[in-house]
């Protein structure tokens, strides 16, 4: 008797651990607004700082740090839906909203340093004219000027 209602405690707690782990395991409810609004953030700057790279407004060891740091904000968000059963709160989106914030103003204040943050290339100077190699003929008067008539 004593084994049989040992068996049946143990399937029982199977049975609620089976049940209940969905639940806190992994990443429920990706599509909540909040969850959505940090996420799209995150993978916009992480398509910034690709392009930056690409375009040479940032270097790699730039590059890694803010992916770096990232990737921490992301494993924070996942933590924090974890524990909040699938969403993450208006407290916590306003958390991950000022830590994205520093990365981004990192990224502008990084690709200014280099010198391109208006988009040219890094040290570029502003763009002169190139003086022709051959010579033009002189511009014939305008029509009805003192001068022409």
């Not at 590059?63 to 524990?83: F, P, Q």
């Not at 391109?116 to 008067?141: E, L, R, Y």
Request: charged share 30%.
């Amino acid at each position: 008797m004593k084994v049989k209602l040992m068996a049946f405690a143990a399937a029982a707690a199977l049975l609620t651990a089976a049940l209940a782990l969905p639940a806190w395991a992994g990443d429920l409810n990706q599509d909540h607004p909040r969850r959505a609004e940090v996420n799209g953030r995150l993978n916009n700057q992480k398509r910034r700082v690709n392009q930056g790279v690409k375009k040479g407004g940032l270097n790699k060891k730039q590059a890694r740090r803010i992916h770096r740091e990232d990737r921490a904000i992301r494993k924070e968000e996942r933590r924090m839906a974890r524990r909040d059963g699938g969403h993450i709160t208006k407290a916590d989106k306003r958390k991950l909203n000022r830590q994205e914030n520093h990365v981004s103003r990192q990224i502008n204040r990084d690709e200014a340093r280099n010198g391109s943050h208006a988009g040219g290339a890094p040290g570029a100077a502003a763009a002169v004219p190139a003086t022709p190699a051959v010579p033009t003929a002189p511009a014939a008067p305008a029509a009805g000027s003192a001068t022409g008539q």
